[in-house]
């Protein structure tokens, strides 16, 4: 379908405007080139610019090319276009963190990460004077982020209320982070001049060369290899913040040498399973993201854990969980599966894996319980229980992966649950 030749609204302005819009959504993290300046000023010319909703899905359509990208683009447009309380947003984010019990949705953190795009060179607006708080008022603790280092900071920040240049200093910090493992020892013996046990087959050969007579006695050891790891990545709609960027650091895992790792196999399921191991040899993380995501046609949608654990049980377990796979499942265990798949499935990844760590998010929070159906199902079967919702977080994994005596929080949960 052609669409007529329509001009342009008599707006000088319209424009530079649309051009410095671009801006604010590449600043914000989405990614806007100059080709998609010029496609947004053919749509708006063949919508028209008479009805702000025409003009908004037009602009719409250009820009946002994934799910994760509506709310940024949601919150810069109403920033942009002529909001009648943008001064009064713009202050209300100027003020200090408050670090409280509740968690910020993902409406705040586009909205920050659209604020600080806009306000990106300019001078902040001047902060409203306060009446000091009443003396019966609760004192109210106060996240001073900026005594510590920028790094110390981004070890222990949440990944989802994280703006866009903090989640790229996040990722250039992940793409360091290295994840060693020991070698397994195999019942497989070979021959080793300082090994323990005596090989008196090789040593009756060799007499056999000396009429007879025992020169020297040789010796053999077990032969070490090195485990695979399997990633199972949760990437649901309530863990895309998370997905992405463990999925960063398991890229940097897959490309790192000299970390033991025989092979790194990666999966991400919501609602199907999906093998993206293929795309963790492009050495661009981004790349390799964007690739797998692709191929991912159910990111940030639903989740069924049950129907896809029991997929890759019955298509990819013997494939990839031979000779002592190290399996990391990270997902919220927010399910809307039948429990009993969930826990049957869950027992027979646990029983094929040399060990089973659950990488949780929601661990975060001090007074997270195993409250959901999914979370109590899926508890008893795994070896170790920890967080995944900072940099701090996955460091910690390595100290699990060195300890074999590791199990997180699980004891602390599995009592919560006897009780």
């Given at each position: 379908?052609?669409?007529?030749?329509?001009?342009?609204?008599?707006?000088?302005?319209?424009?530079?405007?649309?051009?410095?819009?671009?801006?604010?959504?590449?600043?914000?993290?989405?990614?806007?080139?100059?080709?998609?300046?010029?496609?947004?000023?053919?749509?708006?010319?063949?919508?028209?610019?008479?009805?702000?909703?025409?003009?908004?899905?037009?602009?719409?359509?250009?820009?946002?090319?994934?799910?994760?990208?509506?709310?940024?683009?949601?919150?810069?447009?109403?920033?942009?276009?002529?909001?009648?309380r943008?001064?009064?947003?713009?202050?209300?984010?100027?003020?200090?963190?408050?670090?409280?019990?509740?968690?910020?949705?993902?409406?705040?953190?586009?909205?920050?990460?659209?604020?600080?795009a806009?306000?990106?060179?300019?001078?902040?607006?001047?902060?409203?004077?306060?009446?000091?708080?009443?003396?019966?008022?609760?004192?109210?603790?106060?996240?001073?982020?900026?005594?510590?280092?920028?790094?110390?900071?981004?070890?222990s920040?949440?990944?989802?209320?994280?703006?866009?240049?903090?989640?790229?200093?996040a990722?250039?910090?992940?793409?360091?982070?290295?994840?060693?493992?020991?070698?397994?020892?195999?019942?497989?013996?070979?021959?080793?001049?300082?090994?323990?046990q005596?090989?008196?087959?090789r040593?009756?050969?060799?007499?056999?060369?000396?009429?007879?007579?025992?020169?020297?006695?040789?010796?053999?050891?077990?032969?070490?290899?090195?485990?695979?790891?399997?990633?199972?990545?949760d990437?649901?709609g309530?863990?895309?913040?998370?997905?992405?960027?463990?999925?960063?650091?398991?890229?940097?895992?897959?490309?790192?040498?000299?970390q033991?790792?025989?092979?790194v196999?990666?999966f991400?399921?919501?609602?199907?399973?999906?093998?993206?191991?293929?795309?963790?040899?492009?050495?661009?993380?981004?790349?390799?993201?964007?690739?797998?995501?692709?191929?991912?046609?159910?990111?940030?949608?639903g989740?069924?854990?049950?129907?896809?654990?029991?997929?890759?049980?019955?298509?990819?377990?013997?494939?990839?969980?031979?000779?002592?796979?190290?399996?990391?499942?990270?997902?919220?265990?927010?399910?809307?599966?039948?429990?009993?798949?969930?826990?049957?499935?869950?027992?027979?990844?646990?029983?094929?894996?040399?060990?089973?760590?659950?990488?949780?998010?929601?661990l975060?929070?001090?007074?997270?319980?195993?409250?959901?159906?999914?979370?109590?199902?899926?508890?008893?079967?795994?070896?170790?229980?920890?967080?995944?919702?900072?940099?701090?977080?996955?460091?910690?994994?390595?100290?699990?992966l060195?300890?074999?005596?590791?199990?997180?929080?699980?004891?602390?949960?599995?009592?919560?649950?006897?009780?």
């Amino acid at each position: 379908m052609e669409y007529p030749d329509l001009p342009l609204p008599e707006h000088p302005k319209l424009t530079e405007n649309l051009t410095h819009f671009a801006r604010a959504l590449r600043k914000a993290g989405l990614p806007v080139g100059p080709g998609r300046v010029l496609t947004a000023i053919e749509a708006v010319e063949a919508a028209g610019f008479t009805s702000r909703m025409d003009f908004y899905w037009a602009l719409h359509a250009v820009f946002v090319s994934r799910p994760e990208e509506r709310q940024v683009f949601n919150q810069v447009f109403r920033l942009f276009w002529r909001d009648p309380r943008y001064m009064e947003h713009m202050m209300s984010l100027m003020l200090p963190a408050i670090r409280g019990v509740q968690e910020e949705d993902r409406a705040a953190a586009a909205a920050k990460r659209a604020a600080e795009a806009l306000l990106d060179g300019a001078e902040a607006p001047p902060m409203p004077e306060r009446e000091a708080p009443e003396e019966e008022e609760t004192q109210i603790e106060i996240d001073a982020s900026l005594t510590a280092s920028t790094d110390e900071r981004l070890r222990s920040l949440d990944f989802e209320q994280m703006s866009a240049e903090e989640v790229a200093q996040a990722k250039r910090m992940l793409s360091r982070l290295s994840l060693p493992v020991k070698p397994l020892k195999t019942r497989r013996l070979s021959a080793d001049p300082a090994g323990r046990q005596a090989d008196w087959r090789r040593t009756l050969r060799g007499a056999m060369r000396t009429g007879g007579e025992v020169v020297q006695i040789a010796h053999r050891s077990p032969v070490t290899r090195w485990p695979a790891l399997v990633v199972l990545c949760d990437i649901s709609g309530s863990m895309a913040s998370y997905s992405r960027m463990v999925l960063h650091f398991v890229h940097a895992v897959a490309n790192r040498q000299g970390q033991g790792w025989a092979k790194v196999h990666a999966f991400t399921f919501g609602t199907r399973l999906t093998n993206i191991t293929r795309h963790l040899k492009t050495r661009d993380p981004d790349t390799a993201l964007n690739a797998a995501g692709h191929e991912a046609r159910d990111w940030q949608g639903g989740t069924r854990i049950g129907h896809c654990l029991h997929d890759f049980n019955r298509d990819w377990s013997r494939r990839v969980l031979g000779q002592g796979a190290v399996v990391l499942l990270i997902t919220d265990g927010l399910d809307r599966d039948d429990p009993a798949l969930l826990a049957k499935e869950m027992e027979r990844l646990h029983l094929s894996a040399k060990r089973l760590i659950w990488l949780n998010p929601l661990l975060r929070w001090d007074g997270f319980a195993p409250k959901a159906q999914g979370v109590r199902a899926m508890l008893p079967h795994v070896d170790t229980f920890r967080a995944a919702h900072s940099i701090a977080s996955l460091e910690a994994l390595a100290e699990a992966l060195s300890d074999p005596r590791d199990h997180g929080d699980k004891a602390r949960l599995q009592a919560l649950l006897r009780s």
